[in-house]
């Protein structure tokens, strides 16, 4: 029998724009007594979003400031369900902000979202430990 923790649940709720999560909230990372941050990515730079004329929403990736261990992803954009089998991955895993900012997603797609959220937070934040 396979074991699904409540922190690696993921969902979608399919309005206009879409709305989709995997993982923990920043709120209850925090209760949980993980220190957290926090990537975001806004859909306006993204041209996939560009070109499909819906280019308003963000993704966040909440990330646990010691390791940067991704424990919860956050989308609003048309199209965001596509984003959480990724997101479901990454938080179910527990990969760290360098394991996305390192893979290569195509282009034009919502998926670059993640890498370009992970490169902007590795950017400011410098090595871990730091």
């Known amino acids: 029998m396979l074991f699904r923790s409540p922190a690696h649940n993921s969902a979608v709720i399919f309005s206009t724009p879409e709305l989709a999560m995997a993982g923990l909230t920043e709120a209850q990372a925090q209760a949980a007594g993980v220190?957290?941050?926090?990537?975001?990515?806004?859909?306006s730079q993204d041209a996939r979003a560009q070109i499909g004329g819906h280019d308003s929403g963000?993704?966040?990736?909440?990330?646990?400031?010691?390791?940067r261990k991704i424990v919860g992803v956050h989308a609003l954009v048309d199209g965001a369900?596509?984003?959480?089998?990724?997101?479901?991955?990454?938080?179910?895993a527990g990969?760290?902000?360098?394991?996305?900012?390192?893979?290569?997603h195509p282009h034009p797609t919502l998926t670059e979202s993640f890498v370009?959220?992970?490169?902007?937070?590795?950017?400011?934040h410098g090595p871990v430990g730091h």
């Open 81 to 92: 369900a596509n984003l959480m089998g990724e997101a479901a991955l990454l938080v179910h």
């Open 116 to 124: 370009q959220a992970a490169r902007m937070a590795l950017a400011a």
């Open 35 to 43: 220190d957290v941050a926090v990537a975001r990515y806004d859909f």
């Open 58 to 67: 963000q993704l966040k990736i909440v990330y646990n400031k010691l390791d």
């Open 95 to 104: 990969l760290p902000l360098e394991a996305i900012a390192t893979a290569i």
